[in-house]
């Protein structure tokens, strides 16, 4: 477990920032007013603008970034590590840069709106 915890760590922060960008995408493309037809009926609030999405978007956007959340905290706590700077055979050059590309991105597309 010590040896997935790095990896299990970014991937929880790059989840945390890909529901936020869903979030975001959902604000931007999503209807304004409730459809019965398609099933877009749970009112989603961006500061005062209302969307609708379905029931299943609305679980994933209120609970995906608590549980990013909770999850990075668990393997914080199962680990107890105490130098979180992992050694080169836990963590590959290429994999390093992968995560953070993908953070970054993520973090991007947030606060930019990239299209």
């Not at 877009?40 to 209120?62: A, E, S």
Request: hydrophobic share 50%.
């Amino acid at each position: 477990m010590k040896r997935a915890a790095p990896h299990l760590m970014a991937l929880t922060g790059i989840g945390f920032f890909a529901c936020l960008g869903y979030f975001e995408y959902l604000a931007r493309t999503g209807p304004t007013r409730p459809d019965t037809a398609t099933g877009l009926v749970v009112r989603m609030n961006d500061h005062g603008y209302y969307f609708y999405v379905h029931p299943w978007q609305g679980w994933l956007l209120n609970a995906g970034p608590f549980a990013c959340v909770g999850a990075f905290f668990l393997v914080a706590a199962v680990t107890q590590r105490t130098s979180w700077r992992p050694t080169k055979a836990d963590f590959p050059r290429w994999l390093k840069w992968l995560y953070l590309a993908a953070l970054l991105a993520s973090i991007a597309y947030v606060f930019w709106r990239f299209p």
